[in-house]
């Protein structure tokens, strides 16, 4: 009788190539070479009798046939990482609250906390969006929630900053902070700006009015979001630019030309918080199980 089904270790290799967009981005995340990459990916595509991928000189993109198998696969990895921690006696169970920045990979973060759910199945989450700084400064032992994940810049007067409470926080993600606007409207140079805010408790948004105002750059505000779901709309519709790390950009947006003469930004870090004096074992375990996912 013929095998049925497929390989867990290339549906592993499969997941982190299409989430990465490349085969080598997706090496790295599985800790593979390329040409090993390429040649489970090669005998998965043999198994599935069909191509999971278009390739080009930009990346790889999922084939309808791949994207099936994409959401498969994720159910199947988080099933089986799910059933190992049972059997080893971290099964997470109870509730848990957790505290996300808005800017972390909006386009992502319901997938990843769907995986999570999966992989934890008797365990109940309640997520609240907020502000990374009221992430930040509510990280005590009367917190009202359990794992905290915030944005941070990374300047020089920022870098001390990662201490909260005597413990180290964590660096899950760095990424790039750009300049964006429509992608049907670029703007021009030396001209007032129109831009596109956040409320003023918005860290990000406060360094951004800070640094054109020190750079002398002539700007009016345009429209003020109440989140970063607005402020993406906001763009979309060509109201001004404003800055988004690479994760929030999405479709419809793109990167402002360097030849329009804005300031150059930092990058931006998304940090983990570290866990507080007496933390159960259960928190303990998800934050570990979420440091993964979070990557």
Not at 15 to 43: C, D, I, T, Y
Not at 147 to 154: A, D, K, P, T
Not at 217 to 243: E, F, N, R
Request: proline residues 5%.
């Amino acid at each position: 009788m013929s095998q049925r089904g497929f390989d867990l270790t290339q549906l592993r290799t499969f997941v982190a190539v299409a989430e990465s967009g490349s085969v080598s981005a997706g090496a790295e995340r599985v800790f593979l070479s390329q040409s090993s990459v390429s040649e489970q990916l090669k005998k998965l595509e043999e198994r599935a009798g069909q191509p999971l991928f278009v390739r080009s000189k930009q990346g790889v993109t999922a084939t309808p046939a791949g994207s099936r198998l994409l959401d498969h696969a994720r159910r199947i990895i988080a099933m089986s990482e799910a059933a190992f921690e049972d059997l080893q006696g971290r099964s997470l169970d109870g509730e848990l609250r957790i505290a996300i920045t808005d800017y972390y990979r909006p386009l992502d973060i319901a997938r990843i906390l769907k995986t999570f759910s999966e992989q934890h199945p008797r365990l109940k989450l309640h997520v609240t969006v907020q502000p990374s700084a009221v992430i930040d400064s509510s990280a005590g032992d009367d917190a009202s929630y359990d794992i905290g994940l915030s944005l941070r810049l990374v300047t020089a007067s920022t870098r001390s900053s990662n201490r909260r409470g005597g413990a180290q926080s964590t660096v899950v993600r760095r990424e790039k902070l750009l300049w964006v606007c429509a992608a049907d409207a670029s703007p021009r140079p030396a001209t007032p700006y129109s831009l596109v805010l956040l409320p003023s408790s918005c860290q990000l948004q406060r360094f951004v009015v800070k640094l054109l105002d020190e750079h002398k750059v002539p700007y009016l505000v345009s429209h003020s979001a109440s989140g970063v779901a607005g402020l993406q709309l906001a763009l979309k519709a060509g109201l001004g630019i404003s800055c988004l790390n690479e994760s929030s950009i999405g479709g419809g947006l793109v990167a402002c030309p360097p030849s329009v003469g804005l300031p150059a930004l930092p990058a931006v870090e998304f940090h983990l918080l570290p866990g507080r004096v007496g933390e159960s074992e259960r928190v303990s375990n998800a934050r570990t199980a979420l440091m993964h996912l979070f990557s």
